[in-house]
């Protein structure tokens, strides 16, 4: 079973800034995409920003100028860093990889964190 490590979350004041950060496993010779999604309360989960491992990004509208993802592809982690917080940014971060490369072959397949919780005050 993949587990994806996540840490960063916690309680800030708008206006005030996050950092998240995801590990996947170190057996992953190589990952296709990883990046972020978000589930705030009464919403559908939602992209919040994606990397590619050749460094293309997506952000969602919402997030555009304000967080910015970054990736380490030798040790196999993402991080979000969130500046300028609001309160529409509270919900349930989740890291998000596709597309992995073991030893044993390549999986499409896609793997979720545990999620962190992501709380802004006003």
């Known amino acids: 079973q993949v587990q994806l490590v996540e840490s960063g979350g916690g309680l800030v004041q708008a206006g005030g800034s996050l950092r998240l950060s995801c590990a996947a496993p170190?057996?992953?010779?190589?990952?296709?995409?990883m990046g972020w999604y978000r589930r705030a309360p009464g919403k559908q989960r939602e992209l919040v920003a994606v990397?590619?491992?050749?460094?293309?990004?997506n952000y969602a509208d919402s997030v555009k100028g304000r967080f910015t993802i970054s990736r380490d592809n030798a040790k196999n982690t993402v991080n979000l860093q969130m500046n300028s917080l609001n309160p529409a940014d509270t919900a349930v971060y989740y890291c998000?990889?596709?597309?992995?490369?073991?030893?044993?072959?390549?999986?499409?397949?896609?793997?979720w964190g545990q999620g962190t919780q992501v709380t802004v005050s006003s």
């Open positions: 990397h590619t491992r050749t460094g293309s990004t």
């Open positions: 170190g057996n992953f010779v190589s990952i296709n995409v």
């Open positions: 998000y990889v596709a597309g992995t490369e073991t030893p044993l072959g390549f999986s499409p397949d896609a793997y």
